[in-house]
């Protein structure tokens, strides 16, 4: 899909079907196909905004279509998202700070590897300076 159509926030009768598309990520179902084109796997990335509460926003979208949404104040039940962005104090710079829309970012992100895949409930994370892998 060529790379000058725009992002677009899911709308009408693809709005609840995307949310819950994103329900489904959120509960531990990574390979999500898109609601609308189903002509791909729905990506994401979820950033922690009250560590306090361990409740952020999850934002998913199609890299085919290009239809996104979000769900804002929810908790992924434990799962570890990689965040380059965790320690970040103002999200709203990462939002509006190169012009760009910030899911075009996100999903370089994702295709550089630097966002995807969350760790499962109960590991280490890899960003732990000391952990060391399981033994097996």
Not at 7 to 30: Q, T, V
Not at 80 to 107: C, T
Request: with cysteine; aromatic share 12%.
């Amino acid at each position: 899909m060529s790379s000058d159509v725009e992002w677009r926030e899911s709308y009408g009768g693809l709005k609840l079907p995307f949310m819950g598309a994103a329900g489904k990520i959120l509960d531990g179902n990574f390979h999500v196909d898109c609601p609308n084109c189903r002509k791909s796997t729905l990506r994401f990335y979820y950033h922690e905004f009250n560590k306090g509460e361990g409740t952020g926003t999850l934002w998913a979208w199609c890299p085919n279509c290009r239809l996104v949404t979000h769900l804002p104040r929810v908790e992924p039940q434990g799962w570890r998202f990689p965040d380059p962005f965790r320690d970040i104090s103002d999200f709203g710079e990462l939002e509006g700070g190169s012009g760009a829309p910030l899911v075009a970012r996100l999903d370089e992100l994702w295709v550089q590897g630097k966002i995807g895949l969350p760790e499962p409930p109960g590991t280490r994370s890899r960003e732990s300076k000391n952990s060391k892998p399981p033994r097996r």
